[in-house]
């Protein structure tokens, strides 16, 4: 539905929003003349957290990531890294490694994309919380989103997400009454994302 | 596109699928409840019969050369007392569940939960058992704090290590404690204690029964046993001894603590003031007057027409600081102020004569003169080493009985005719 919603969004563009009635020397919308980009962004997201005297509670988390990207035609593929606070009460956060593949719509300059990222995530401890052990676990994330070109032959894209990541993660940690406890957490939250890619 | 992606967001957040899971396995100090069946407390078995330690003592009372001391969810220390420099354990009576206790003509008073029981006390060492007046006492009140709706009774926990999986999301988890299936769970066992804190402390004096504290929530008087718990009085025919008749309650304003029988009138502390109730039909106590004053703990003594009311504003009490009253209550409908002397530590006292012994807390025993009209004078003795909660006076006898803060114990005073306390004995508590 989302997805559907963007292609539909894009199709009803303005014309004077495409690259294809811009003055260029390369052609509409090609990226410039390498296959290799870094991709820097970061994202927010939202998660229920079970209640509170007023409704549902919400968890906030926000998050900043590098990728190294390849583009194969409308196919981008990279892997990069990432780093996030995921509760900011329980002083989580959690570093990753992931794996991205993209898949990009039609050739204008604001083109929609599918995209779809997973690797490992590892619980990084704070100063408030020590961790006594940890364990690496899975980390998905799909999204669809909006990829703006510049005007052919300037510098950086922009990139705009929406996705669902969901990680879990295991780690020990001593608590504040003298005692320690082994958590196991799923994070599942709904990501609005911006990158710059270049 | 804003409010789709609005829609969007309100639509996914109210599913399942951002429903965060965060659960850890913690190790936590359980506590098990140690629970006795309505079938097992009324068992009327009350046979161990080996005088053991006192452990926590919460209330005292005396008759004759016997002293009672009622030891917290355990049961009733018999004590010979006849040589207050040499106390004789004689008996331990398994009562759990003793909060108040009186004697009359030899006859033991005292409840266990929301029952009454009475004991023949014409052998001290081997009390008989007469009767069991059942569900006179109100559960969740100061007789039976701890006394479940089905009857059972929490007297114990036994602790434990047990490990457990909680929701990080609980809003009871990371309190520092938690009950779960009627196990306690906590990291510091001041957590169960603070939960668990019960109230207990008995006593009660007049004609020819036996004397109590100023604490006490018994008293006789005329031939009747009155009980007091937070908010009411609770009424006893003792026309046959052997078999108490509860008669009725007199619901009283929330706050009750304490009950002192005075001539044909009863004298209530509660936490907001004096009560006077009149017993010329002492099946039936009349309101006569209330003397209030601020939120406090005081329990009041009276002689002379002269009531002695200590107001102490620690802790639950009010936090208004801490003060004696003298009331003149020739006319009980009306008392009026004589005196308000400002204190630091007022709790349990007592009256002899021309002396007053006032139970300071940590600050010990204090004596202070009584002039002639009954007005409290100056202070004349302090015995700072023991943490005196409550006091028994013996006026004939001249002694002093003192009941110690938490875990302190007993001690033992003989006076002079100066007032002045001298150690007599303590007894000790188990550890």
């Not at chain 2, 209550?329 to 102020?337: E, Q, T």
């Amino acid at each position: 539905m989302p997805l559907l919603l963007l292609v539909c969004f894009t199709l009803l563009l303005p014309p004077s929003l495409t690259a294809q009635q811009r003055p260029t020397t390369d052609g509409p919308s090609d990226p410039p003349a390498r296959n290799w980009y870094h991709q820097l962004g970061g994202s927010v997201g939202w998660a229920r957290n079970g209640n509170n005297d007023f409704g549902p509670a919400v968890a906030l988390g926000i998050g900043a990531y590098y990728h190294h990207l390849r583009q194969f035609g409308g196919l981008v593929a990279g892997a990069g890294m990432g780093f996030e606070l995921m509760n900011a009460d329980r002083e989580e956060r959690l570093a990753s490694l992931t794996a991205l593949a993209e898949y990009q719509l039609g050739k204008r300059a604001l083109r929609p994309l599918l995209r779809l990222s997973g690797g490992v995530a590892l619980p990084v401890g704070s100063p408030g919380q020590s961790l006594d052990s940890r364990r690496a676990g899975a980390l998905l994330h799909p999204s669809v989103g909006l990829l703006l070109l510049p005007p052919s032959g300037q510098w950086g894209a922009m990139v705009l997400d929406l996705g669902y990541r969901f990680t879990r993660v295991d780690f020990a940690a001593a608590d504040n009454r003298g005692g320690s406890f082994e958590r196991e957490v799923s994070y599942r939250r709904l990501t609005l994302g911006i990158a710059t890619r270049f | 596109m804003k409010h789709l992606l609005t829609l969007l967001c309100c639509t996914l957040l109210l599913t399942g699928c951002l429903e965060e899971e965060c659960t850890d396995v913690v190790t936590y100090t359980a506590y098990h409840p140690v629970v006795l069946t309505a079938a097992e407390w009324r068992s009327d078995d009350f046979s161990t019969t080996v005088p053991q330690q006192v452990c926590d003592p919460s209330a005292f009372y005396v008759y004759g050369d016997i002293l009672f001391v009622l030891d917290r969810n355990a049961g009733l220390h018999l004590i010979d007392n006849s040589d207050n420099a040499a106390p004789r354990p004689l008996k331990f009576m398994n009562i759990p569940g003793g909060v108040g206790l009186a004697v009359r003509n030899n006859i033991l008073y005292v409840n266990q939960y929301i029952d009454l029981l009475a004991f023949d006390l014409s052998d001290p060492a081997n009390p008989e058992f007469l009767s069991r007046t059942k569900d006179v006492f109100d559960p969740y009140t100061d007789f039976a704090a701890n006394l479940h709706g089905t009857g059972d009774v929490t007297v114990a926990y036994t602790e434990g290590t047990e490990t457990m999986q909680v929701d990080c999301n609980s809003p009871f988890y990371g309190r520092g404690w938690m009950m779960e299936d009627g196990i306690f769970f906590t990291a510091d066992r001041q957590n169960l204690d603070f939960a668990m804190a019960a109230a207990g402390a008995a006593g009660g004096s007049s004609e020819q029964v036996g004397t109590g504290g100023s604490l006490a929530r018994f008293t006789i008087n005329r031939g009747t046993l009155y009980a007091v718990d937070e908010s009411s009085l609770r009424t006893f025919s003792l026309a046959n001894p052997t078999e108490p008749e509860f008669m009725g309650i007199t619901r009283m304003p929330w706050g009750i603590e304490t009950i002192f029988p005075y001539k044909n009138m009863l004298f209530m502390g509660a936490n907001n003031g004096m009560h006077i109730y009149g017993i010329d039909n002492p099946l039936q106590p009349e309101y006569l007057s209330t003397f209030a004053h601020v939120l406090s703990c005081d329990p009041v003594v009276v002689q002379n027409d002269i009531a002695y009311v200590t107001m102490w504003g620690g802790a639950d009490c009010g936090n208004r600081g801490d003060q004696l009253s003298v009331i003149d209550v020739s006319d009980p409908r009306d008392p009026r102020a004589l005196q308000e002397i400002p204190m630091s530590n007022s709790h349990g006292l007592g009256v002899d004569g021309d002396h007053l012994f006032l139970c300071s807390g940590p600050e010990g025993l204090k004596v202070y003169d009584l002039t002639d009209d009954g007005r409290l004078g100056a202070e004349v003795h302090q015995a700072t080493d023991f943490p005196a909660k409550d006091v028994i006076v013996l006026p004939a006898r001249r002694e002093l009985i003192v009941l110690g803060w938490e875990q302190a114990g007993i001690r033992q005073y003989d006076y002079d005719d100066t007032g002045r306390p001298a150690y007599a004995a303590d007894i000790s508590i188990c550890n």
